[in-house]
């Protein structure tokens, strides 16, 4: 009688395990990689990336169209973006002001499909521009996390090229990709402006999302 009563309670322990098994498997497939499911439900959403795990992202769908991930924003000015590479691998902030998401998540989203990035810039007396770039990702840790684009549109000029293929550094305040020279830098203080070329601005977002959604960028 134990051995059958032994045998009984080891089947529904098996049970069990394959029942939450069966259901984590369900929510890491109900849970999205990317905003483009949420559509016009902007806010804070969690997703579920291979690599990093569940993590909260802030989508956006009203600058243009819908199915974003906010990557980077600058709103408010209250939080310093001069930080060391650990922390801008992680990510800091807050997603109701400034923010930067963090490298690792940025590499491990754009490695699962094509992404375009969009950036939205506001000037200091309120006129707004747009960059967008339609083969957006960057590389891993080993490689530095270095910066590829894609082809440029937008409404401005295209800043972001002279830091294409460069790692992102690790021993300059406020980092941001470049070579020999910087044309535009989104991550220094606000006492120094973030800068677009010659445009000192006091607004960027920075999103993306998969390429090849059906609804088309407006600038």
């Known amino acids: 009688m134990n051995g059958i009563k032994n045998n009984s ?8 395990i394959f029942l939450v098994a069966k259901a984590t498997e369900t929510i890491n497939t109900l849970i999205p ?11 804070v959403h969690q997703l579920n990336v291979s690599g990093v795990g569940f993590f909260d992202v802030l989508c956006d769908s009203q600058l243009a169209g819908p199915g974003w991930i906010v990557i980077q924003q600058r709103v408010g000015g209250n939080e310093d973006f001069n930080r060391d590479s ?8 807050s ?10 998540k940025i590499h491990r989203i754009t490695s699962l499909q094509r992404y375009e990035l969009y950036i939205h810039l506001v000037d200091e007396d309120g006129r707004t521009y747009n960059a967008r770039y339609d083969d957006f990702k960057i590389s891993d840790k ?3 996390y270095a910066l590829s684009l894609g082809k440029f549109s937008g409404t401005i000029p295209d800043a972001m090229r002279s830091g294409e293929f460069s790692r992102f550094p690790t021993n300059m305040e406020s980092p941001w990709w470049y070579h020999t020279h910087i044309d535009c830098n989104l991550n220094v203080p606000y ?3 973030p800068f677009w070329m010659s445009i ?20």
């Open 9 to 16: 309670v080891f089947s529904i322990i098996i049970l069990q």
């Open 33 to 43: 990689s990317s905003c483009s499911p949420f559509g016009d439900s902007p806010g």
């Open 86 to 93: 650990a922390t801008y691998r992680n990510g800091f902030g």
């Open 95 to 104: 997603f109701e002001s400034d923010f930067f998401l963090g490298l690792e």
């Open 142 to 144: 080993d490689n530095g």
């Open 191 to 193: 006492w120094r402006r």
């Open 200 to 219: 000192s601005l006091r607004e960027v977002k920075m999103l993306i999302r998969p390429k090849g959604s059906d609804e088309e960028v407006s600038n």
